[in-house]
């Protein structure tokens, strides 16, 4: 009985870490704690500019032709998710929940992206 009860547990803790250790799903989660919905891909509440920013990327992954192009998108990735991280944060500590909202919904984006790029990187 107490077997089962410390794996229920530690498979809860493990979840709950890897939700946390996530800025994007960690942000998520503080959206749902504080009863704010997710913004929905539909909703494409996104700017216009930022949309352009990620077809670029999205096409400069697609042209991508050898491990340097694909590493310099990497880079790219890497640098906008950090300064999401940051802004989301700054916006969750002036309490301002609709701007974290539209923060992570780019940060989504920007994962989708990530996301295709390891696809592209694993040797077929």
């Given at each position: 009985?107490?077997?089962?009860?410390?794996?229920?547990?530690?498979?809860?803790?493990n979840?709950?870490?890897?939700?946390?250790?996530?800025?994007?799903s960690r942000g998520l989660y503080l959206l749902e704690l504080n009863g704010?919905?997710?913004?929905?891909?539909?909703?494409?509440?996104?700017?216009?500019?930022?949309?352009?920013?990620?077809?670029?990327?999205?096409?400069k992954l697609a042209e991508a032709k050898n491990e340097d192009m694909l590493e310099e998108i990497e880079m790219l990735?890497?640098?906008?998710?950090?300064?999401?991280?940051?802004?989301?944060?700054?916006?969750?500590?002036?309490?301002d929940l609709q701007?974290?909202?539209k923060l992570l919904a780019k940060m989504k984006y920007f994962a989708n992206v990530e996301d295709k790029l390891k696809n592209k990187k694993m040797p077929s």
């Open positions: 009985k107490e077997q089962l009860y410390s794996e229920q547990h530690s498979s809860l803790i979840k709950a870490y890897q939700t946390l250790l996530n800025p994007l704010v919905e997710p913004a929905q891909e539909t909703d494409c509440d996104a700017d216009s500019t930022f949309l352009m920013e990620i077809m670029e990327i999205n096409e990735i890497k640098v906008k998710q950090e300064e999401l991280t940051k802004d989301v944060t700054a916006a969750f500590e002036r309490d701007e974290a909202k």
